[in-house]
């Protein structure tokens, strides 16, 4: 039985601003495997990013808030560490690399020297020779010449930029990568190579991955499971295979599915979803997507679902308590 | 983080209503609505208004020629009374009137100056802005000629040459002004018409002039506008410079610089003489900054932070 | 990077030759007649025509600019109307006075302006920000000269730790340069805020803290050297301002430097004196904006790579 590397269990986060307290995570419950790849998707301002700003302990300063939750990475409650704890983390055992390649890289640090940055701040008693072996390591792994270590960003592609960014993610070999949106920036050919770079790093090196997205086709690619993530909460979970060859889904899955344009098929109009996400200054009580559900029942607006499990396919929806109760 | 307002299920979306109405709601009504909540803009613009009001309504409680300019020996040098509300000088006169009179050349000046550069100013950079090209290149490097000559150093050169009557003050530090001036509403002009709001309304077949006074005009107003009141400001502190130094406004007309000038002169054994002038000055240049900032704040729709 | 620094040398000469243009026209266009002012008002007719015709003052005005120009570059500025004596050597042994002050009042303006910039944006909203930014505002509204007065009650003659006329010792330069710097300060005081602001909310700062950088290390070694980028051109664009503040501070402390000079020069109608005064002020002020710009390009990476070739860096340097 394969261990859980991380475990997040029922997270709360809420975005403290003068006028408003945004609910921003209601109840998030996630597992990632060692060595194994779980998809984050869902509409934007579902509460992925905040997800994992959270496990890294990256909330903006004075307006995010955890109230409540675990973190659970190797058995020990991210949430109790000091910052000091925490800085030994990030980087370190857990790496986070971000949406916009373009703008990630300090624009007056050498390429070289922002690798060589998180090397230094995790193995000081590096020798100068073995840092600068490390940093040509690492530029090849990803693809760049080790020779160009000394140029300056701007002097890179974006494509090219992202992929120093993985190195500087990997380069202390982290237990688990967090990755928001990595190729949501980059051009489509791009993003083949890059996501093609990340499968193979990943598999080299064992690492664990969170991979945050809104792109199903990625999903479908490198992940091993999934959670969809609508209004701060996971509303479906499963193995790969569950969400996208199983048969019983979340009405918002579906949704999510049949948004995608097909295009063997000829059709008039696209498929969105009706309606937007509920204020999260203001939630409504009960199921989060009641208002948009095409199988809304009168439970529905008056109580949260629970999580109904079937081996290792989860989904949150009063259709298949019901179903289930009825199965009993 | 913005609130969403949510439509409930069914509910038809009114939003193309709203951005209809958006329109009308004239964009100066806006940007006053956002100047209003911004505190300190606020109170600057209150502290200008209320020293116009008693700058311009000087003559209905005081009396120019007795107080500001006629001498009387007789009451040198006397400290702050009842009967004189800033003491008097070395002449004898009314500090108060003198501050207060001397507000009205500062204040005019300052106003007269930005007429003459903003004017000169706007032909010349919105000429470059719109032509562009050769005319844009040319013009733009006299400006910098211009303007390698440090501001106050042109401004002096001007009175040295013209003389020191108020007409040519207002010459010489209009002038020493229009390089930047040119520059500002250039840059201005220039960035609404990269826009693609203008390519839209083209687009849309929308005519020339129109756009101009719909699309660019109100636009570049805003920013042009906010270097208004910052050149307003340093207009006023030039000026006093120039009067400090004696290039200025001359005798007996009253005038901040001039006054301090002379105080300085006593500043051993009469401090006080120093004092009003000079808070005269920072109370009036101060309130035109704040004013400015809180335009310029509530011009700008980012949110801040 | 050495064929872009001859580059701009060159181009500033036509910048200098526009100054010295404007300020020639400026002066020589306007009424007053020398002849009169040398040998003032009871010479007889020929004696004024005769002194004309000899300082070339009936030549078409082009050829006296360009006169001028040519006998300038040999170092010869004209002699005073006043006193005869060769412009440039006056102006050699008052200059030197402006320009103490002026570099002095710039690098109180940096020594402070900056650190209280950081401090400030660091600390946003709360009291120490406000008071850094309510001293920025208190600055920029305050005549230099009337700051200065200020100082004299309170440090000279109130406290009597300072002096307040002349310029024979070090202590001389306190007050003067401290009044000179009031704008620069306060303009670099909102500057450096405004662009730590920026520069902290970029995505890169977001990176170092994800590699797990002390706080510390965040902004010294990440944010600072990104912020202070756009801070140093304003110190080479504000020189001019300090220059100017300068000439108008020496009044207060009757300092014998190029402002005084100028005023005096301008009262007595003498010509070649303002127009050499104000040239040389304004061609130091383009030739230090032009170093800083230079500076500038070289600090900067991303403008660095236009003008050098890279050589392959070590990356632990």
Known sequence: MAENLIEIKDLHVIYRTDDDEIYALNGVNLNVETGKTLGLVGETGAGKTTTALSIMGLLPDRVGFVKGGEINFEGKNLLKFSEAEMRLLRGNDISMIFQDPMTSLNPIHTVGEQIAEVLKLHYPELSKNDLEARVGEMLEMVGIPADRKGEYPHQFSGGMKQRIIIAIALACNPKLLLADEPTTALDVTIQAQVLKLMSELKERLNTSMILITHDLGVVAQICDSVAVMYAGEVIEYGTVEDIFEGRRHHPYTVGLFGSIPDMTKKTDRLNPIEGLMPDPTSLPPGCRFAERCPHCMEICSKASPDMVIKDTHQIKCHRFTIQAKNLE | ?305 | MVKYIIKRLFLIIPVILGVSFIIFSIMNLTPGDPAIMILGEGAKPEQYAALREQMGLNDPFFIRYLRYVLDAVKGDFGKSYRTNIPVLQEIATRLPYTLKLAVSSELIAIFFGLPIGVLSAVKQYTKTDNIALGTSLLLTSMPSFWFAMMLILLFSLKLRLLPSLGIDTWKHYILPAIATSSSTLASLIRMTRSTMLEVIRQDYIRTARAKGAPERKVVFGHALRNALLPVVTIIGVNFGISLGGAIVIEQVFAIPGLGQLMVNSIRAKDTPMVVAAVLFAAIIASIINLIVDIFYTYIDPRLKSQYTTIKAKKVTS
């Not at chain 2, 070395?90 to 930005?114: C, E, L």
């Not at chain 2, 960035?191 to 709001?197: A, D, H, N, P």
């Not at chain 2, 083209?202 to 005519?207: L, Q």
Request: aromatic content about 8%.
């Open chain 2, 1 to 305: 983080m913005t609130n969403a307002k949510v439509n409930a299920p069914g509910e038809k979306s009114n939003v193309s209503v709203k951005i209809h109405q958006f329109k009308k709601k004239s964009q100066f009504k806006a940007v006053w609505m956002r100047f209003k909540k911004n505190r300190l803009g606020m109170f600057g613009l209150i502290v200008f208004l209320l020293m116009i009001t008693v700058v311009l309504g000087a003559d209905l409680y005081l009396d120019y020629e007795n107080q500001a300019i006629a001498q009387q020996l007789s009451v040198r040098f006397k400290p702050p009374s009842a009967e004189h509300l800033l003491g008097t000088d070395q002449f004898g006169r009314d500090v108060f009137a003198r501050v207060v009179y001397g507000g009205r050349i500062s204040m005019f000046v300052g106003m007269a100056t930005i007429v003459v550069s903003l004017t000169a100013g706007a032909i010349i950079g919105s000429c470059a802005a719109y032509y562009g090209g050769k005319v844009d290149n040319i013009l733009m490097r006299i400006m910098d000629v211009f303007l390698a000559i440090p501001n106050i150093l042109m401004a002096i050169t001007l009175v040295a040459a013209l003389g020191s009557s108020i007409f040519n003050l207002i010459l010489a530090m209009g002038i020493s002004q229009i390089p930047r001036m040119s520059r500002i509403v250039r840059s201005s002009v220039l960035s609404v018409i990269g826009q693609e709001y203008i390519e839209a309304a083209k687009a849309c077949g929308t005519g020339d002039v129109r756009i101009i006074f719909r699309h660019i005009l109100p636009n570049a107003m805003g920013p042009i506008l906010v270097q208004v009141t910052q050149t307003v400001a340093r207009s006023i502190i030039t000026i006093s410079s120039l009067s400090f130094i004696g290039l200025g406004i001359s005798e007996p007309t009253p005038e901040w610089g001039s006054m301090l000038s002379e105080a300085k002169s006593q500043l051993r054994y009469y401090p006080y003489l120093a004092v009003a002038p000079g808070i005269a000055i920072v109370m009036t240049v101060m309130s035109l900054t704040l004013v400015g900032d809180g335009l310029r704040d509530a011009l700008d729709p980012r949110l801040k932070n």
